[in-house]
């Protein structure tokens, strides 16, 4: 039977006893031997850059989630950039944390989960930039015939930039600017993307590139990621200056290839596309030099048959002008001859009319008979009017009286009214002491309102004007003065004149 006192008593194993930190130790331990390197395939997830560096993200798939991280010194050594949603392959190392009990996954590697992941996110980018229109083919811009500096965009060291090198020098000899850059690995497409802008942006000391050729040699998809790239893209698209892709053979394609200008299958393609070959430009100059000479010596031959023609048509100008030389001698010397021939012409024809012709002293004979008898004609015609007339005006009355009474009607008639018009004229209001006045404007005043202080006035009397001041207050009356008498006119001194005796009124 137990006692109170066994029962109390702890129970006692046999299991060792750990601490946090011994536990800890040892699964870390444990994963890490057991694991060793692995390969985990996932979609990237909670993906977060600190300034540190460090990279935190996590892997998942259907079923599981497993935390990783990327210290920094492995992020430049990475291929590709990390981003949320990407499916991948990470290689590491599988490590617990004891501070939070957890286990991770410590990422020095990654790279796509096979080519279709690459492919469809390349078909993406495809879609999304095209509809953008940057792959446009009016947006491309035509090659230069012959540049002057040539521009290349490539890693400093391999065959690439060798291969270009030597085509240019063979072909054309031309400058030649490298800018180098990483063309695979993390940050390559940022620094492809920026070489292509620092070529565009030269300050004006620097010669600028006339053509640019961005190459680089074959390689894998994964390889080729950089210039699929959309800052690359974009670099591409935006820049000014003409743009050659030479990206991997010729059986790959990259979309750096739809963006630029030209597309060549290799950098030893592009660099025959960026300059013309000599011998090819001798050859064409030879040949244009030929065409136009042969076509001067055609229009020559065709100007000189047109002038012998012209000129078989033409007439003889010598022998014109000799013709209309012997003409003029002619014409000079018969109007040399011809007044005295016109003259005894004249003479001829004047003595065979003379004997024809009545003497003038016959002609003025006859003449002088006819105007005597038109004399005496005319006499006896004027002495019979006259008689006439005398025996009409002795028939007639006396006109005399009957004039002197119609001089008297029409002179009260006129004296009537000329009264009439002196009482309607304001010429006889002026003449019996009255005056016309008018403001400055000229118009006549009518009424003392009208007048103001200090305005000046035109006062016309019955013998002139005179300029007036108008004062304020009214103004003493004038004393009344009676009217002068009205003169009559004077009579005419003159005698009425008198009808003589024997006139027609």
Not at 3 to 25: C, K, L, M, Q, Y
Not at 387 to 395: E, G, M, S, V
């Amino acid at each position: 039977m137990d006692t109170p006192d066994a029962r109390e008593a702890p129970a006692r194993s046999n299991a060792p006893e750990f601490t946090v930190s011994e536990i800890s130790g040892a699964i870390k331990r444990t994963l890490e031997g057991e694991f060793g390197r692995v390969r985990v395939r996932g979609e990237i997830t909670e993906l977060k850059a600190y300034p540190s560096g460090h990279i935190y993200l996590a892997l998942k798939d259907e079923g599981a989630k497993i935390r990783a991280i990327i210290w920094r010194f492995a992020v430049p050594r990475l291929s590709l950039k990390p981003e949320n949603g990407m499916e991948v392959i990470a290689t590491g190392k599988v490590s617990a944390y004891g501070e939070r009990s957890d286990y991770q996954l410590i990422i020095d590697r990654i790279e796509f989960a096979g080519e279709g992941a690459l492919l469809a996110r390349i078909e993406q980018l495809r879609k999304k930039l095209g509809a953008e229109g940057l792959f446009d083919e009016a947006r491309k811009r035509p090659l230069p015939l012959l540049p002057r500096v040539v521009g290349v965009v490539s890693s400093e060291k391999g065959a690439v930039i060798q291969d270009i090198r030597t085509t240019i020098a063979r072909r054309f000899p031309r400058h030649l600017l490298l800018w180098p850059v990483p063309v695979q690995g993390q940050g390559a497409a940022e620094q492809i993307a920026a070489a292509i802008r620092g070529f565009s942006r030269l300050p004006a000391g620097l010669p600028r590139p006339d053509v640019l050729i961005v190459a680089r040699g074959g390689g894998s998809l994964e390889d080729l990621m950089a210039f699929n790239e959309e800052v690359v893209i974009r670099a591409v698209a935006e820049c000014p200056i003409p743009l050659i892709s030479a990206v991997g053979h010729e059986t790959d394609t990259t979309l750096i290839d739809f963006a630029s200008d030209r597309r060549a299958p290799t950098p030893t393609a592009a660099a025959e596309l960026a300059v013309p070959a000599r011998a090819d430009l001798l050859a064409a100059l030879g040949q244009t030099a030929t065409r136009l000479l042969q076509s001067g010596q055609a229009l020559l031959n065709t100007a000189r048959l047109r002038l012998s023609r012209a000129e078989a048509r033409m007439p003889d100008l010598p022998g014109l002008v000799g013709a209309a030389r012997q003409r003029l001698d002619d014409r000079a010397e018969r109007l040399a001859l011809a007044p005295g021939a016109l003259l005894s012409r004249k003479r001829a024809a004047l003595d065979a009319i003379a004997p024809r012709l009545p003497h003038p002293r016959e002609t003025l004979a006859g003449h002088r008979n006819a105007l005597a008898l038109l004399e005496m004609r005319g006499g006896a015609a004027l002495r019979r009017m006259i008689d006439r007339r005398q025996t009409a005006l002795h028939r007639l009355p006396d006109p005399a009286g009957a004039l002197a009474g119609r001089l008297r009607e029409a002179r009260l008639r006129l004296e009537g009214l000329v009264g009439r018009l002196e009482g309607a004229s304001y010429q006889g209001v002026l003449a019996r002491g009255f005056a016309l006045l008018r403001g400055a404007d000229g118009e006549p005043l009518t009424e003392a309102a009208a007048i103001a202080p200090g305005q000046r006035l035109t006062a016309t009397l019955r013998d002139g004007s005179v300029a007036l001041l108008a004062e304020g207050g009214d103004a003493p009356p004038a004393p009344a003065t009676p009217p002068k008498p009205r003169r009559k006119a004077p009579p005419d001194p003159r005698p009425e004149p008198k009808p003589e005796q024997g006139s027609l009124l």
